[in-house]
């Protein structure tokens, strides 16, 4: 593998793990699988393509993907998950119902066709990287994934919300029995959670490009990334995702047809030894 | 909390199943004189798709695991039968077992991966190994023909018209439905719901759990191939869209809207569910989006499906 594949997989898992952070949050907090996070990622995707396209600012088109994104998923918390609370299969199945919603009005709204997210100008272009000439934009990929997370961890380990939804995770009822509400911060969980949907949307709409199928092939990454990193855990997620993003980029070089396949065999493995992921914890 | 989705454990008595069943096959054999001939491949259609959903309830009810893999299983078989026909100039009776095979032993690689964990995460599992089989039949386009997929004109002249190819597949659908329900009925079956019941009192009992998860897995891959076989025969043509999520979601609805745990349902799900489609494809092409709400709707309303919702009925006014 030579440079500029090393770094294609490593921009990969920026992207990825911009995804699968709100994915992994989610599920780590709340316990409910949401399979509708790729719509989400497909839905911020196409709303910052409007965004951009419609005021001509990139930072406008962020922004409006992640606060769509971020109302959508309070509607989906506090209009139809809420009805099937404590049933977690009844959740997952749920969100696949609301998955093939959005994706079908996506398709309504947006049509078939492929779009790219416009970028500024200052990302476009290349930049000189030892030996090679790497575009702009990837790099700044890398840095908006390794941004994301370092305020992540900042906010959950250095502030109130974050020490609320750690324990949260270890043990909701135990939070609520201390007097916290936590269905106030389940909420706030889940809105970060989508928001970074729509943030990892836009980011990745501008080098993937967003069609009618791109939520599955998204959604596909991040449950891997969640496999093997396991539920709930930030760290995890940055594993996984950076493991995912490399072999996905050493196996588009070596089996291009079966690149997919790449990601199944340290799945397989892990899951041999460690059902729960690595970070995972028994629930 | 696997068992969340199924209903209570009772079940009509031998009897009255052997009776409900020869009068539903003796009802259904008489559909064709009745029916348009559009009408009866809208039957075979519900038959092929009614056996697929039993194939998923087989783990979601009797073993409490509930699968989002099973399109990729289903979908395997038709994919090789159509290779094998239309690419490799194969006959159709090596062509057949063939696809069974290659449906099974996907079906084993699945359950192997796939039996140590519960729940959600059993969930996740498969839906991420079927979305591997949906990534490889869309980008291997060598042997999948990508996007365009496999078409050809693979049925034998003999069984050409659709009043014919509709007996075939009641034939089928009558041998297999009376094997599943020998199955789940079986000492076999027994265990895997006590499984599904309370694993850790089967394992104090001496049973091995995992061997029963797999068998019953790759049992479960058995018929979900078969009717992925007939399903090639049927359409004679395949894509990846029979292989992806939709698929697995479609079968595992069926089984739901039916009622989880009662394999019977599994028709009245895929009659429900086929006849939606229909009728809504008359007035708009929002299929997805009709489907994704019928989703919804279930599993706020009515989880416990047709069949289930009957049970607890009854259960109660006997209380």
New interface residues.
Partial sequence: MNLFQLLNGLTFAALLFIVASGFTLIFGLLRIVNLAHGALYLLGGYIGYSVATWTGSFAMGIFGAMAGVAIFGLLLEGGLLRFVRGYELRQVLLTVGVAFVINDMALVVWGGDSFTVPTPDFLNGAVKIGPVFYPKYRMFVLGAGILVFILLWLLMNKTRLGVMIRAGVDDAEMVEASGINIRKIYLWTFLLGAALAGLGGVIGGAFLSLYPSADAEILVFSLAVVIIGGRGSLPGAAIGALLVGLLNSVGQVMFPELAYFVIFGPMAALLAFRPLGLFGKAA | ??S??STASRTSSPRTTAIFFAGSVALLAILPAVLPTYHVSVATQILIFGLFAMSIDILAGYAGR?S?GHGAIFGTATYVVLYGVANAGLPLALAIPLAVVAATLLAAIFAA?AI??T???F???T???G??V???CL????VTGGENGIRGDIRPAFIGDARSFYYVTLGCSVVLTWAMWRFIRSPFGLTLSGIRDSESRMRSLGYNVSLHLFIGFVMSGVFAGLAGALYALFNNFVSPSTV???QS?TG?LMA?VGGVGTLFGALIGSFVMIALENFVSFYTQ?W??V??????FT??FA?AGVLGTIRVLRARRQG
């Fill in positions: 909390m696997s969340v989705l509930t989002l991966l140590r964990t729940g959600v995460y969930l996740l599992l839906l991420a190994l979305m591997i949906w990534g490889i980008r291997w386009s060598v992806a999520l939709t979601v595992l739901i929002r997805l989006t489907l994704g709400l019928v989703f919804i599993m706020i989880p």
